[in-house]
């Protein structure tokens, strides 16, 4: 059926124009919502599209191979899908999928007051990756000794630690600390 019957020259062009526009014949417009990597050396970002404009129904086609609408445990990097729609319009666009900040973790100490003394202190300031933070502290001098999961450590003999922090990514960093005897019996 020819609805443009009796139209002719740049009239008709535009009447098709329009036409395609209203039936939705026109560009693919992507939006992409990425959650990020956990950790480095994890694959568990992801990545969700929306699609509109051009005519459903859409295939996909990601630069890992995969002919799904949306990403699932991608790698951090760059990736590239192409959309195509029901009457062959294309488009291409550029994904990039970061990470979190890697966990970080400075521990400040205070010595024991006095030899043997158990008084010392371990406080860590954790940056990076994404809270809440979970606290691991051992002792290398008594591995029985148990430790409250907090940022910050009281009573400690002299001795060297160890404080192991995983952030709710699952991401885990450690850092060794050491508390020290009295300043005057290092002498």
Same mark, same amino acid.
């Given at each position: 059926?020819?609805?443009?019957?009796?139209?002719?020259? /740049?009239?008709?062009?535009?009447?098709?124009?329009? /036409?395609?526009?209203?039936?939705?014949?026109?560009?693919?417009?992507?939006?992409?919502?990425?959650?990020?990597?956990?950790?480095?050396?994890?694959?568990?970002?992801?990545?969700?599209?929306?699609?509109?404009?051009?005519?459903?129904? %859409?295939?996909?086609? /990601?630069?890992?191979?995969?002919?799904?609408?949306?990403?699932?445990?991608?790698?951090?990097?760059?990736? /590239?899908?192409?959309?195509?729609?029901?009457?062959?319009?294309?488009?291409?666009?550029?994904?990039?999928?970061?990470? %979190?900040?890697?966990?970080?973790?400075?521990?400040?100490?205070?010595?024991?007051?006095?030899?043997?003394?158990?008084?010392?202190?371990?406080?860590?300031?954790?940056?990076?990756?994404?809270?809440?933070?979970?606290?691991?502290?051992?002792?290398?001098?008594?591995?029985?000794?148990?430790?409250?999961?907090?940022?910050?450590?009281?009573?400690?003999?002299?001795?060297? %630690?160890?404080?192991?922090?995983?952030?709710?990514?699952?991401?885990?960093?450690?850092?060794?600390?050491?508390?020290?005897?009295?300043?005057?019996?290092?002498?």
């Amino acid at each position: 059926m020819n609805t443009m019957k009796g139209v002719s020259g /740049w009239s008709a062009l535009v009447l098709t124009f329009l /036409w395609s526009v209203t039936t939705g014949f026109g560009q693919i417009k992507v939006v992409t919502n990425v959650k990020p990597v956990g950790c480095e050396t994890h694959a568990n970002g992801s990545v969700t599209l929306g699609v509109t404009g051009g005519t459903s129904p %859409y295939s996909f086609q /990601w630069s890992d191979g995969s002919e799904a609408k949306d990403l699932e445990n991608a790698p951090r990097g760059t990736h /590239w899908v192409t959309v195509t729609d029901a009457k062959g319009l294309v488009t291409r666009t550029e994904v990039v999928v970061g990470t %979190y900040a890697p966990v970080l973790i400075r521990v400040s100490p205070q010595d024991a007051t006095a030899p043997r003394q158990a008084d010392g202190r371990l406080t860590a300031r954790v940056t990076g990756g994404r809270p809440p933070y979970r606290y691991h502290w051992i002792s290398f001098t008594n591995t029985e000794t148990r430790f409250p999961p907090a940022e910050t450590v009281h009573h400690l003999p002299e001795g060297n %630690y160890l404080l192991v922090v995983q952030d709710a990514n699952g991401c885990s960093t450690a850092v060794k600390a050491r508390v020290n005897g009295p300043a005057s019996a290092r002498r």
